[in-house]
């Protein structure tokens, strides 16, 4: 029978790996405050044998053609989707996610990137370049051992996300999730195992920031790909920097949303809703900052309003359920105290703001209306159910207020006008845009932010420039002329 919880704490080399030496890190359902596991961090022991196994399996699986390869992949997202349930219960667990996302967002998503690398390992291929009688081809190359370093929120997606392109390309993994949601990707190790992968491709190691940082700086390492918050990705940048190492970074987001007079009013606020309540407000890329053209305001807040009275709160596990807890007590306190901002400076709360009256980590969804720019709860990265609903008048007033930010992940507008929902996205300084939608994140599109909300692009084929390097051979097919 399948067992859907990890045996131990790591896996490395094929099997699962305890080390009781180790930090012991619990594993807290966000439902209920409960311990459902207590995992360790890595010891340096394990951290080395995880990069020794990592190290032998790259160089064998970059000589293994990049169709068998992508079979390997393929077969991986079959499992996945078999074990759907099982996997989404397991991320509901780690998360606190209603099943009724989990089910159709995260081991979904990570078959989708399996499946997608796994078709695209086959058109992996070289140039052929002439010059006259001489030529050059260019070789695509694995970078050898990468680290994948995961946040908190989608831990399968996470995992799947590095994992896929970096195999794909001939590449082996060491992956530390976060210690808050540490089972999931133990899972995708397990699978890709079953699914033909040598032992030491994709390995996984539980700690810290410390197990983070000291993955970080092995000379062994060639790659890092960190998802986590600006904080982290500066120290993690400047540490792989030191040895030069390649880095994609999807980093935080204060991503505006603009929703002029013209727009459908209901696709507007359902996209309010899904760019600031889904996963109850832990998304990196969401829409925090609503800017809402005068004219609609007052309409948007009272169907915003209205539709916030559908939201189910309870139970992760009762598929009935749309709305779940923070992922913890932390998470919880700093929304709180963002809220309290929020009020403290004079925003106009209009629905939520306070806690659910059961146990676990839950707070309301949070509108606040007639916020400012300056005001903190427009300036920072909450990462709860918080949103912000500033007004505007212009266009050109929308497009430099919703620029001026440090951050870059996505960007939004709802119009009808079609020429200005492409002329506005057109000047937001954002990676990952939306017309008459939001969120969205299809394997097949590039992801990821600019400005300080990150470097690199995950998913779609943008993905392969950075997890491969190419080789460039100059062939010479007369006599070499030299000055002397
Ligand atoms: P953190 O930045 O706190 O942590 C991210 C990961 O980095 C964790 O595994 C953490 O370990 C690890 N880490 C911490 N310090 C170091 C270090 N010095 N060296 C190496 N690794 C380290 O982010 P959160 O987990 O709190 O996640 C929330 C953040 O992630 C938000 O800012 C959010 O916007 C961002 N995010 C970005 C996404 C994107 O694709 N752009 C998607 C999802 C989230 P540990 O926490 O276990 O100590």
């Given at each position: 029978m399948y067992d859907p919880q990890p045996s131990a704490s790591h896996y490395i080399d094929g099997a699962y790996v305890e080390d009781n030496t180790g930090t012991p890190i619990p594993v807290i359902y966000?439902?209920?405050?409960?311990?459902i596991a207590t995992l360790h961090a890595a010891t340096p022991a394990v951290i080395d044998a995880a990069l020794a196994a990592a190290e032998i399996a790259q160089k064998q699986w970059a000589r293994v053609t990049p169709r068998e390869r992508g079979r390997v992949l393929t077969r991986a997202a079959q499992i996945m989707r078999a074990r759907n349930r099982e996997l989404s219960v397991l991320e509901t667990r780690d998360t606190g996610k209603p099943l009724q996302e989990t089910l159709v967002a995260d081991a979904t998503s990570g078959a989708d990137a399996l499946e997608y690398f796994g078709g695209v390992a086959n058109g992996l291929t070289g140039e052929h370049i002439p010059l006259g009688d001489d030529w050059v081809y260019t070789i695509r190359e694995a970078l050898g051992v990468c680290v994948g370093i995961g946040a908190w929120n989608y831990p399968t997606q996470i995992a799947c996300w590095k994992a896929a392109p970096a195999l794909a390309c001939g590449n082996a993994m060491v992956f530390k999730p976060s210690e808050t949601t540490p089972l999931c990707a133990l899972k995708i190790a397990e699978i890709l195992t079953e699914a033909?992968?040598?032992?030491?491709l994709f390995n996984v190691v539980q700690g810290m920031g410390a197990v983070g940082a000291a993955l970080v700086t092995d000379?062994?390492?060639a790659k890092v790909s960190l998802t986590g918050s600006v904080p982290t990705g500066r120290k993690v940048y400047a540490a792989a920097a030191e040895q030069m190492k390649h880095v994609t970074m999807e980093l935080g987001g204060k991503s505006p949303l603009v929703i002029f007079d013209d727009a459908d009013l209901d696709n507007a606020v359902g996209g309010a809703i899904n760019g600031n309540f889904y996963s109850s407000g832990q998304v990196?890329?969401?829409?925090?900052r609503v800017f809402v053209q005068k004219g609609i305001k007052e309409a948007f807040l009272a169907r915003l309003a209205e539709r916030l009275k559908n939201a189910v709160i309870g139970d992760p596990l009762d598929e009935a359920t749309s709305f779940g807890p923070m992922v913890s007590d932390r998470q919880m306190q700093i929304v709180q105290g963002y809220i309290e901002k929020g009020k403290a400076e004079g925003a106009r709360l209009v629905s939520g703001g306070g806690r659910v009256d059961r146990d676990g980590f839950y707070l309301e969804p949070t509108v606040f209306a007639?916020?400012?720019?300056?005001m903190t709860i427009a300036r920072e990265?909450?990462?709860?159910?918080v949103m912000a609903v500033l007004d505007f008048d212009t266009e050109a007033e929308a497009i430099a207020r919703a620029n001026a930010t440090e951050y870059g992940l996505s960007a939004g507008v709802f119009t009808r006008d079609l020429s200005r929902g492409h002329r506005v996205i057109g000047q937001l300084r954002a990676g990952s845009c939306f017309i008459n939608s939001y969120n969205d994140a299809p394997v097949e599109a590039p992801f990821g932010g600019v400005k300080a909300s990150g470097v690199g692009r995950e998913n779609s084929k943008a993905a392969l420039d950075h997890w491969s390097q190419l080789k460039s051979v100059y062939v010479r097919m007369g006599d070499v002329e030299a000055a002397f």
């Open positions: 966000p439902a209920t405050g409960e311990v033909g992968a040598p032992a030491g000379p062994r390492v990196c890329s969401n829409g925090t007639d916020v400012t720019d300056d990265e909450i990462f709860g159910p």
